[in-house]
Every structure is written in C-alpha cells, then in structure tokens.
C-alpha cells in the first residue's frame, strides 16, 4: 500500500490512475515470468519457474507402481502431488509442518494435472509431483501449476496438453491480471486462480475469493484466458530451449568424432609402415639362422 506524508495509508484507484503499484501500465500486463526445465538431474522431470518475486521448483517421478496397494487404480494412473512452501519464503516465517491451505492447494493442483495427462495409459501406478514455493508473492498455486506442467513435459508423459494458469480479478475499483500482494490485499480485491488447457480452451481450474459482478466476472474471465495463452508460448519455448540445447550438444559431439576420425586414421596408416618393417626385421633375423644353423 502507498503511505501518505503523515505515515496515513493511501488507497490506489487503477480506475483513474491508469498505473498499477508495481509499475506495469496494462491492467492486463503479467509480471516477468522466466521458465527452465531439467534443472533437477535425478528426477524424471523437473522445472524452475521465476514468476514476478515467486520462485518455484517443480519434480516429476514416475510412473511408478503406487503404493500402497490399495491406492491402485486398475484403470488409470493417480496423480499425487505435494505442495509446500519454504518456511523462508514468506515475511513472517511459515511453520514446516503441512496446513489445510497446503492440502486443499495439493488436491486442486491434482485434479487440474489428471486432466491434461493420459493417465488411463498407466493402470495402477501413481505419478508423484512436488512443487516447493522458496519465494512467494501472491499467485503461488498458478505459479506451481505452471511449472509442475512443464515438469510433466519434460518427464515425457504422454499429456493432451500442457496446463497454463495464471490469476485474474479485481483490485482498486478495476479488474486486472495477475495480482500481486499489494492487490490481493486490496479492500475490494478478488482473487481468481485459472487454468486451462489453450489447444481446447477447456478450464481445469477454477477458483474465486470475493464478490464480483457478472459483468465484472466476464471481463475478468477473458483477460485470464488471454493471460494463460501468453503463458502457454512462454511454456512451449521453454521446452524447446532445452531439447535444442541438447541437439546442439549432440551435433558438437558428432562433429568432434568426425574431426577426430581422419586423424586416426592418419595414425593408424603411419602404424602400418611401422609393422611391416618390423615383420621384415624378424623375417630376416630367422633366415639368418637358418642360415647359420645349415
């Protein structure tokens, strides 16, 4: 919130400023969103994603056979996932143990993920996904839906497609995407978390906290859409990223094994030279002898 000059608090209203707290100047604007993938070598699929002051990682591992044995499903694979924030990750420190806001984020995170993925290809096993907020200013469950996407991606799990997710809502008398502290802290803020598969449009997630109006609710809604589909290219090119490094690589290596190739052969034709003439030595040492020996 602005302070006033004698230390009073000053509410924002976006409706005649035309400028956000945080200084973006579009009341659809995100903030910076930065993504990698394959960050955590021993996990099957991993992501970091850097969102505003959030700072998210993402670990995939499986399938794998659930357990236990009364958790199978013969049908389909259960995606598990785990939600935590660092004790450090927010002002006043957070106790480790898990809360009910940790549970109820854990479910719906599960529930948005079983629908992008192909879980009916793996019966009786589970796919466990852990997400861990280290930093975190508003928007941390679309933040870990995001990444724990990408993390999917990269584990290569068979997925109709990647979830994108971001929060929209209203704040100082205007309805804006991607609220940060200052905003969902507002005296008129609603929160609405999102998420969508963008090659069908279909809502995975969906979440509101505060009174709205239709209207309002309809304009909201859109802008997140069109939010969650800037996030999806964003996804995409982080995935990208990762496998053309790899090609890279491997054409570097290629290339190394060609340099190197004629240069052992090089070697080896000079090796030759060198064994005929020692054959021819030997040869005549023995003849010699038999010499000698007659």
């Given at each position: ?67 236990p044995k009364h958790s199978q499903n013969p049908y389909k694979s259960v995606i598990k996932v ?74 290569g799990i068979p997925m109709r497609d990647l979830v994108a997710a971001t929060g929209t809502g209203?704040?100082f008398n205007e309805i804006v995407l991607d609220l940060n502290k200052d905003e969902e802290d ?109």
């Open positions: 919130m602005k302070m006033g000059k004698h230390g009073s608090e000053v509410v924002a209203d976006y409706s005649k400023d035309k400028k956000r707290m945080d200084g973006r100047k579009g009341m659809d604007e995100l903030r910076p969103i930065k993504i990698k993938v394959g960050v955590i070598p021993n996990a099957d699929g991993s992501a970091y994603l850097e969102w505003g002051q959030n700072k998210v990682y993402a670990a995939v591992y499986g399938p794998r056979e659930a357990l785990s939600y935590r924030m660092a004790t450090f990750s927010v002002p006043e420190r957070k106790q480790p143990r898990p809360n009910r806001r940790d549970s109820e984020i854990s479910k719906v995170l599960g529930e948005a993920l079983q629908k992008a993925v192909f879980v009916e290809n793996f019966p009786n096993t589970e796919i466990s996904v852990f997400v861990e907020v280290v930093d975190a200013n508003a928007g941390s469950r679309v933040a870990c839906l995001t990444a724990a996407s990408c993390a999917l991606a990269d584990a209203k704040a507002a005296p008129d803020a609603v929160d609405i978390p999102l998420g969508i598969l963008p090659q069908t449009g279909e809502i995975v997630l969906l979440q509101m906290d505060g009174v709205i109006t239709k209207e309002e609710f309809n304009k909201a809604l859109q802008m997140g859409i069109k939010g969650c589909k800037d996030i999806y290219k964003i996804q995409k090119s982080a995935l990208k990223a990762k496998y053309e490094l790899e090609e890279l690589k491997l054409d570097s290596a290629k290339k190394a094994i060609k340099e190197e190739g004629p240069s052992q052969a090089g070697e080896e034709k000079a090796a030759k030279p060198e064994k005929a003439e020692k054959a021819e030595k030997t040869t005549k040492k023995e003849d010699k002898a038999k010499k000698v020996k007659k």
